[in-house]
């Protein structure tokens, strides 16, 4: 039977339930821990926290895929408690969310280095909480190109998949050859990646998406709700309706089987304010009513938000 790893265990894919695949608890950037002006209390981020997790729960949520890489304020211990909390299952992730956001430690280390602490995070456990990672971030550095760090930890990282089954997700689909590249010299099979950000506001015209999906790359339109109708929206924000058309161009374009969705929400944000009036239920609240009312069955909804990722986070080894 598949497997994948939570932050409370190992579990059989199929009890995953729906999925959101590309979510934060709280993410912040290296080094904003030490900031004492953000500093919350630890009831103050169960009270951010608990109840989005419990909508998410009520509303039909089984799986909240933490994509917070090494240095982002990953803390799994947290995690694990929210999880035991909620009933929600929380997938954790090793690898880092660009080169540019790896503290020196890491930035200087060789491949070899990087893909022993990615296999042991996923195989021994994330430092001394027992929890193993369930799939490996990697992503492009500001700027638009992978710089050489970058390439690096995808080579890394697809080692590390190779060798263990978990699947790759990456922070944008921007310059996406050289990471192909990477992925077949290491031969990773490609719908063992998730290419992330395909649809946010700034990088969805600059992304080959065709070519990621004949090239056998599963496509994260994972941005949903981040809308130039917010009140404040994000840099990165794009109006609703061409997120939707996006999106709906693959999925009834025959590419459904290859398409995943989630809303790259912050549950309590570390060392920044967030964005005010957006969360992981997004996807109950507007996402799939959306989905439905564009005439997509509740067949390929259920591909998308449970049959592919319990195929896409199962250890393939
Ligand atoms: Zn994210």
């Not at 099979?189 to 998730?194: E, Q, S």
């Not at 998406?209 to 709700?225: A, K, P, S, Y």
């Not at 398409?259 to 964005?275: E, T, Y």
Request: proline share 5%; glycine share 12%; charged share 20%.
């Amino acid at each position: 039977m598949s497997k994948v790893n939570t932050v409370l265990g190992t579990i059989p894919a199929e009890e995953l339930g729906l999925v959101a695949i590309h979510e934060h608890i709280g993410y912040g950037m290296p080094g904003s821990e030490l900031d004492t002006t953000w500093w919350k209390t630890p009831e103050q981020r169960y009270e951010e926290t608990v109840p989005k997790l419990r909508a998410f729960h009520e509303n039909g949520g089984g799986t909240f895929v933490d994509a917070t890489g090494i240095c982002n304020g990953r803390d799994v211990d947290y995690y694990k408690s929210l999880s035991a909390k909620t009933g929600v299952h929380i997938v954790a992730c090793t690898g880092f969310v660009g080169g540019d956001t790896a503290l020196p430690h890491f930035a200087n280390a060789p491949v070899e280095y990087l893909a022993a602490q990615f296999i042991h995070e996923i195989t021994v456990g994330i430092g001394a909480t027992g929890a193993k990672a369930g799939v490996i971030k990697v992503g492009v550095s500001r700027g638009g190109r992978m710089t050489e760090l970058d390439k690096r930890i995808y080579r890394a990282a697809a080692r590390a998949a190779v060798q263990t089954g978990v699947p790759i997700l990456t922070h944008l689909a921007i310059d996406a050859e050289p990471a192909i590249a990477i992925f077949r010299e290491e031969g990773l099979p490609l719908d063992r990646v998730l290419f992330g950000h395909v649809d946010d506001g700034v990088n969805a015209e600059k992304t080959q998406d065709t070519w990621i999906v004949e090239q056998g790359g599963r496509l994260g339109f994972d941005t949903f709700g981040y809308e130039t109708e917010l009140p404040d929206p994000p840099f990165w924000a794009r109006p609703r309706n061409k997120r939707l058309e996006h999106f709906l161009r693959f999925v009834q374009g025959g590419h459904a089987d290859q398409v995943l969705a989630s809303a790259d929400a912050n549950c309590s944000p570390l060392g920044w304010p967030g964005v005010k009036g957006h969360t992981v239920n997004y996807i109950f609240e507007q996402l799939i009513p959306d989905l439905r009312k564009a005439g997509v069955d509740e067949e390929t909804i259920t591909k998308i938000f449970v049959e592919s990722p319990a195929d896409f986070l199962s250890i393939k080894n």
